[in-house]
């Protein structure tokens, strides 16, 4: 039996309720959600049934709870979160601008996860599983980049397999050490999953299909791309296919590509055929979208099945 690792951010966020610019006067909010990139993958991918485990930290207050109660309940082994005792949980404010986009005040780098160092039981852990996921995002410190890193090269020794979203704001991509560990983790991956131009972040090649053949050469087995409320694209030597989205009403795109990624990995290790994993993993990104808080939408297999089946033409 596979058992997927996450390794990274566990935050909460708080959400404006009205559209603007930013948090420079009071604005109503509504929140703690459960957060984290990796937070929010794993826990989708535990709402489905897969086993699977995160390392993270988070402190000894009501937003570390909000996150430990939710994993829980969803099927996730959270003896990786260490609760940090004068520690606080990270946490991200965000408000969405009139045109979509949206402005972040983070809490990450200076709270709990942004203390995750590899423990003994961590270790231990690690051993316990036979997949990793990488979040680009996660890489926001160099103790998490090595922390990474050692999953990396303990999982693939034994033969195990690494999935890899790259999920990075361009602006973050020249923070020191950056750029070199993403570069390391690809090396590394066996499942590529990036949004849209991310695709090109690491190539020569500017054009997409360039690009995944490029990809394909240095050895990485699958790449898959989101996006959007377009839907997503899969590649393999042998497979170029891409399947339309869902038709939902988005209400908060926050989290819809972790969900989605969470559903690839999960039908992917259980070695469903590329089209049933990509279509799953639509419904899984789609539904994601129709809920408020970034965690909210995540998926149960039976509600991805009512979703695919409300739509089959
Ligand atoms: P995130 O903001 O979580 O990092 P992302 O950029 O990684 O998102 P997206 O491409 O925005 O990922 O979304 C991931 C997947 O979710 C898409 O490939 C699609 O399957 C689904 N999805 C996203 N938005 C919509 C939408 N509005 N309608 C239907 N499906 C959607
Ligand atoms: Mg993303």
């Known amino acids: 039996m596979s058992k997927i690792l996450a390794i990274g951010e566990v935050l909460v966020e708080i959400v404006?309720?009205?559209?603007?610019?930013?948090?420079?006067?009071?604005?109503?909010?509504?929140?703690?959600?459960?957060?984290?990139?990796?937070?929010?993958?794993?826990?989708?991918?535990?709402?489905?049934g897969q086993d699977c485990a995160?390392?993270?930290?988070?402190?000894?207050?009501?937003?570390?709870?909000?996150?430990?109660?939710?994993?829980?309940?969803?099927?996730?082994?959270?003896?990786?979160?260490?609760?940090?005792?004068?520690?606080?949980?990270?946490?991200?404010?965000?408000?969405?601008?009139?045109?979509?986009?949206?402005?972040?005040?983070?809490?990450?780098?200076?709270?709990?996860?942004?203390?995750?160092?590899?423990?003994?039981?961590?270790?231990?852990?690690?051993?316990?599983?036979?997949?990793?996921?990488?979040?680009?995002?996660?890489?926001?410190?160099?103790?998490?980049?090595?922390?990474?890193?050692?999953?990396?090269?303990?999982i693939k020794g034994r033969g195990g397999t690494v999935s890899f979203d790259p999920n990075i704001r361009p602006e973050i991509l020249d923070s020191p050490g950056m750029r070199d560990a993403l570069k390391t983790v690809l090396a590394q991956t066996d499942l590529f999953l990036p949004s849209g131009a991310e695709l090109m972040l690491f190539?020569?090649?500017?054009?997409?299909?360039?690009?995944?053949?490029?990809?394909?050469?240095?050895?990485?087995?699958?790449?898959?791309?989101k996006r959007g409320a377009s839907g997503a694209s899969y590649f393999d030597p042998e497979t170029s296919l891409t399947l339309p989205g869902f038709k939902v009403e988005e209400v908060d795109p926050t989290g819809a590509g972790d969900c989605f990624g969470a559903t690839f990995v999960t039908f992917w290790l259980a070695g469903s055929d590329p089209r049933e994993a990509l279509a799953y993993a639509n419904a899984s990104g789609a539904r994601a979208v129709t809920m408020v808080g970034p965690m909210e939408g995540a998926s149960t297999r039976a509600e991805l099945d009512a979703l695919i089946a409300s739509q089959r033409s």
Do not use: W
């Open 54 to 154: 995160i390392i993270s930290r988070v402190g000894d207050d009501d937003f570390g709870h909000v996150n430990l109660d939710r994993l829980k309940r969803d099927g996730v082994d959270i003896s990786g979160i260490e609760i940090v005792p004068q520690g606080t949980t990270g946490s991200a404010f965000v408000r969405y601008r009139e045109d979509g986009s949206r402005a972040f005040v983070f809490n990450i780098r200076h709270s709990a996860c942004g203390t995750i160092e590899l423990s003994p039981d961590a270790l231990g852990l690690i051993d316990t599983c036979t997949h990793l996921h990488v979040m680009g995002s996660a890489l926001y410190a160099p103790s998490i980049v090595t922390s990474i890193l050692t999953a990396v090269k303990r």
């Open 16 to 48: 404006a309720t009205e559209r603007g610019n930013g948090f420079r006067e009071p604005v109503p909010l509504i929140g703690p959600f459960p957060s984290g990139a990796p937070a929010i993958f794993i826990d989708q991918v535990g709402k489905l």
């Open 203 to 225: 190539t020569e090649a500017r054009t997409e299909e360039a690009a995944v053949a490029e990809l394909l050469a240095t050895g990485i087995r699958a790449i898959v791309v």
